[in-house]
């Protein structure tokens, strides 16, 4: 049985995103990869990619959200709380201060990548080389933050639940320090909760011992979702006397499939051979041309 499509995993404290490709390779007997990384503290949505759909990670993005918890007063070397402590300060913020502040941020803004992070500068990642005592020159990166909504605050332990909305690439540890240099008091990340990563929802997300149970009584189909139904492309139907260019990834003629015509040039389509998807296409003028075979 060949298997195909996306899992919507729900990530746990103590795994590292590896960690759950690792296992759901082996539960499902098949390649995987994931669509984002969470950090192993991070807990929240992870969407793993099987077989052939692997090769459409890079394609599968939208809004990233998450529920995190903001530390005033901190600041530590990883910028969460499993970081040294490198100053302590005073807290003077208040709810309405705290909620103005956070709408700075909102729209596109310039955001350092943390050292402890998965970034490859020189062939080596950003948290290999924190670890062996090195910091490095990192280029600031443009992000989108398009929500940021203060959902609590207690003053007496200076912690924050803040719920951000944000594009693919944004660091929260690095928000929550940017927000306590802003107040002058510094600050670091608690817990972690990506709710949302583009199409997958916390609400609908899977733990790992739960898919286990759906693989062991032959459950397979209860949770894997089609790309076709994750990715918002056309459906067009190729004839089978085409089949030979589809298995070649040759280009196809727009007007041997039926409504193709109608795609606007530089759009992605999926194409369809007997019923099953064959690939991620692009129009460029009179032809489909193959992005991703899928088939």
Same mark, same amino acid.
């Given at each position: 049985?060949?298997?195909?499509?996306?899992?919507?995993?729900?990530?746990?404290?103590?795994?590292?995103?590896?960690?759950?490709?690792?296992?759901?390779?082996?539960?499902?007997?098949?390649?995987?990869?994931?669509?984002?990384?969470?950090?192993?503290?991070?807990?929240?949505?992870?969407?793993?990619?099987?077989?052939?759909?692997?090769?459409?990670?890079?394609?599968?993005?939208?809004?990233?959200?998450?529920?995190?918890?903001?530390?005033?007063?901190?600041?530590?070397?990883?910028?969460?709380?499993?970081?040294?402590?490198?100053?302590?300060?005073?807290?003077?913020?208040?709810?309405?201060?705290?909620?103005?502040?956070?709408?700075?941020?909102?729209?596109?803004?310039?955001?350092?990548?943390?050292?402890?992070?998965?970034?490859?500068?020189?062939?080596?990642?950003?948290?290999?080389?924190?670890?062996? +005592?090195?910091?490095? /020159?990192?280029?600031?990166?443009? $992000?989108? =933050?398009?929500?940021? !909504? &203060? %959902?609590? *605050?207690?003053?007496?332990?200076?912690?924050?639940?803040?719920?951000?909305?944000?594009?693919?690439?944004?660091?929260?540890?690095?928000?929550?320090?940017?927000?306590?240099?802003?107040?002058?008091?510094?600050?670091?990340?608690?817990?972690?909760?990506?709710?949302?990563?583009?199409?997958?929802?916390?609400?609908?997300?899977?733990?790992?011992?739960?898919?286990? +149970?759906?693989?062991? /009584?032959?459950?397979?189909?209860? $949770?894997? =979702?089609?790309?076709? !139904? &994750? %990715?918002? *492309?056309?459906?067009?139907?190729?004839?089978?006397?085409?089949?030979?260019?589809?298995?070649?990834?040759?280009?196809?003629?727009?007007?041997?499939?039926?409504?193709?015509?109608?795609?606007?040039?530089?759009?992605?389509?999926?194409?369809?051979?007997?019923?099953?998807?064959?690939?991620?296409?692009?129009?460029?003028?009179?032809?489909?041309?193959?992005?991703?075979?899928?088939?």
């Amino acid at each position: 049985m060949i298997i195909f499509g996306v899992v919507n995993v729900h990530k746990e404290k103590g795994f590292t995103s590896s960690d759950v490709v690792s296992i759901v390779r082996k539960l499902f007997n098949s390649k995987a990869g994931h669509v984002g990384t969470l950090d192993p503290q991070a807990t929240g949505v992870l969407p793993v990619c099987i077989g052939s759909a692997t090769k459409t990670s890079d394609y599968i993005s939208g809004a990233k959200r998450y529920r995190a918890e903001l530390k005033l007063g901190i600041t530590t070397d990883t910028d969460d709380l499993t970081g040294r402590v490198l100053t302590e300060s005073p807290v003077k913020t208040c709810l309405d201060e705290l909620k103005a502040t956070v709408q700075g941020f909102i729209g596109e803004t310039l955001q350092t990548p943390p050292m402890y992070s998965a970034i490859k500068i020189g062939g080596k990642k950003l948290y290999e080389l924190a670890r062996a +005592g090195k910091t490095v /020159e990192r280029a600031p990166r443009t $992000v989108n =933050i398009s929500q940021i !909504d &203060v %959902l609590e *605050y207690n003053p007496d332990t200076c912690t924050a639940v803040i719920d951000v909305s944000c594009s693919k690439g944004t660091y929260i540890r690095s928000l929550c320090a940017d927000l306590g240099r802003v107040l002058s008091c510094g600050g670091c990340m608690g817990d972690l909760i990506r709710t949302q990563s583009g199409p997958f929802y916390i609400t609908d997300s899977i733990k790992l011992d739960r898919l286990k +149970g759906y693989v062991s /009584e032959n459950r397979i189909n209860d $949770v894997l =979702i089609r790309i076709e !139904d &994750v %990715l918002p *492309y056309q459906i067009f139907d190729v004839p089978l006397c085409l089949e030979k260019r589809i298995v070649n990834g040759n280009p196809i003629f727009v007007d041997k499939c039926e409504m193709g015509s109608a795609v606007q040039d530089d759009e992605m389509v999926f194409l369809r051979l007997n019923g099953k998807i064959s690939g991620i296409y692009i129009r460029d003028g009179e032809y489909f041309l193959l992005r991703v075979m899928l088939g």
